[in-house]
Nanobody, 123 residues
Framework: QVQLIESGGGLVEPGGSLRLSCVAS????????MAWFRQAPGKEREYVAA?????FYTDSVKDRFTISRDDDRNMVFLQMNSLKPEDTAVYYC???????????????????WGQGTQVTVSS
């Protein structure tokens, strides 16, 4: 059974930083697309960043967030700096076994999802 487990969320003041981690078990995702999405209260789940032979970001987090991966440990990370209140959301890790994704921002392209970790940015 494949599982993705996120950690690292919490409460942080505006301008602060957090590092999210996601560990996969049940199969390896080495050299497969992995991504982070987020969902704020009352809003749709939205794409944040993806990694697959490169890194890709939604415009609102460029230059603030960094996605990285450790294939030896089957993990993906999201370093979040200069956090803003509008970054408050539940953050989800996602993984795909499709090498030919044309649009990393589409939720339907990812077969596996974690349960999410809450990030709250507030003073």
């Amino acid at each position: 059974q494949v599982q993705l487990i996120e950690s690292g969320g919490g409460l942080v003041e505006p301008g602060g930083s957090l590092r999210l981690s996601c560990v996969a078990s049940g199969r390896t995702f080495n050299d497969y697309p992995m991504a982070w999405f987020r969902q704020a209260p009352g809003k749709e789940r939205e794409y944040v960043a993806a990694t697959f032979r490169g890194t890709f970001y939604t415009d609102s987090v460029k230059d603030r967030f960094t996605i990285s991966r450790d294939d030896d440990r089957n993990m993906v990370f999201l370093q979040m700096n200069s956090l803003k209140p509008e970054d408050t959301a539940v953050y989800y890790c996602a993984a795909s076994t499709n090498w030919f994704i044309l649009d990393y921002s589409l939720r339907r392209n990812y077969e596996y999802w974690g349960q999410g970790t809450q990030v709250t940015v507030s003073s």
